[in-house]
């Protein structure tokens, strides 16, 4: 059994789980409409910091259709990207620029991706490169439960492993939910309590990889040219002047 800096183990100890809602599906393009991040176990009461952003873009109407953020009531409410992605940022790092540790994401490579790339837009430092120990109960899940049928979504992965989810497309109620998935888990798979941070996050990276593979291996039955990025916890960045 591993033990955290508060001698608890891991799936005990103080967590931090960040979630966002954003304007579209590509990670590369998406702006955040609104983010939290949770702070949770370790005996400490949980605390919970939310963000409501005005993007600076239209919403489309498909993004407000699953978070119910309209253009309208970011432009009212949201405050200015650049005043609250430094505070993001620095509540997922921590104020010295250091990986608070873990972070709990569902589907990191897309959540870390969107942040990663709204940071370097607006020049703001976020160290995307030591992005470690994440937990990402999708890739976990998907690892030790293959062959499970059925969708793998946060809701679905909630009730499967009975977790309480107070509902789906909130930023808060998304990252409390994955928090409590990352409680879970290694109680459903007790080989995964005595795995140790850093090696578990090693082990996410190749299993995100190998799941990549096998979708991608998939999809190309109806598209040779089908691609799917294997990357995790966040795709690297490109250069600056291939950047949308």
Not at 57 to 72: Q, S
Not at 109 to 125: G, K, M, Q, S
Not at 175 to 190: E, G, I, S, Y
């Amino acid at each position: 059994m591993t033990e955290t800096q508060y001698g608890l183990p891991w799936q005990d100890g103080r967590m931090l789980a960040l979630d966002v809602e954003t304007t579209g599906t590509d990670p590369e393009t998406a702006r955040i409409v609104a983010a939290a991040v949770v702070a949770v176990g370790g005996g400490a009461p949980a605390e919970t910091t939310t963000w409501l952003l005005d993007p600076g873009i239209e919403i489309p109407v498909e993004a407000t259709a699953v978070h119910h953020i309209t253009t309208e009531q970011a432009q009212a409410d949201g405050r200015p990207v650049v005043d609250a992605l430094p505070e993001i940022a620095a509540a997922v790092t921590g104020p010295r620029g250091q990986w608070r540790v873990p972070l709990v994401v569902f589907r990191a490579p897309y959540a870390l991706t969107v942040l990663a790339r709204e940071c370097a837009r607006h020049d703001i430092d976020f160290p995307a490169d030591q992005a470690a120990p994440v937990i990402d109960p999708y890739v976990i899940d998907k690892h030790l439960d293959r062959y499970r049928r059925g969708r793998r979504t946060l809701p679905e992965l909630c009730r499967h492993y009975q977790v309480r989810h107070d509902g789906p497309n909130d930023a808060a109620h998304d990252a409390m939910a994955a928090a409590r998935l990352a409680w879970r888990l290694p109680r459903a798979f007790p080989d995964l309590a005595a795995t140790a941070l850093p090696d578990l996050h090693q082990r996410q990276i190749a299993w995100a990889a190998e799941q990549a593979a096998g979708l991608q291996e998939h999809k190309r039955r109806t598209d040779p040219s089908a691609h799917v990025n294997g990357e995790w916890p966040m795709v690297p960045g490109r250069p600056a002047h291939e950047a949308p």
